[in-house]
Nanobody, 124 residues
Framework: QVQLVESGGGLVQAGGSLRLSCLAS????????TGWFRQAPGKEREFVAS????????YYADSVKGRFTISRDNAKRTVYLQMNSLKPEDTADYYC?????????????????WGQGTQVTVSS
């Protein structure tokens, strides 16, 4: 089992930045790809970004390309989501998820483990 804990959410003005963290614990000896997803009130969950277990491969949703950067520090068992130039439409609960394979996916259904989420609110 893998446990994931997100942190770093909060309230920020439009144009500002936040860095989310996802700390993994439990059976993290295998190669785990990790993704970030978000869900805004009244909307379906959507893919944001994902990275392979090594960090060599990264995928981004079109809506965040050029503004968000996913990275990982495997020694710290942490995956980060640096969010710059935030917009009010980025407001959502952000979740990290992991799957026990090396390559990432953009589909939430492909992930086995999920964190509890961290809230991001961007004011205009």
């Amino acid at each position: 089992q893998v446990q994931l804990v997100e942190s770093g959410g909060g309230l920020v003005q439009a144009g500002g930045s936040l860095r989310l963290s996802c700390l993994a614990s439990g059976r993290t000896d295998s190669s785990y790809a990790t993704g970030w997803f978000r869900q805004a009130p009244g909307k379906e969950r959507e893919f944001v970004a994902s990275t392979s277990s090594s960090g060599a491969f990264k995928y981004y949703a079109d809506s965040v390309k050029g503004r968000f950067t996913i990275s990982r520090d495997n020694a710290k068992r942490t995956v980060y989501l640096q969010m710059n130039s935030l917009k009010p439409e980025d407001t959502a609960d952000y979740y990290c998820a992991s799957r026990a394979t090396a390559m990432p996916s953009m589909r939430g259904a492909d992930y086995n483990y999920w964190g509890q989420g961290t809230q991001v609110t961007v004011s205009s």
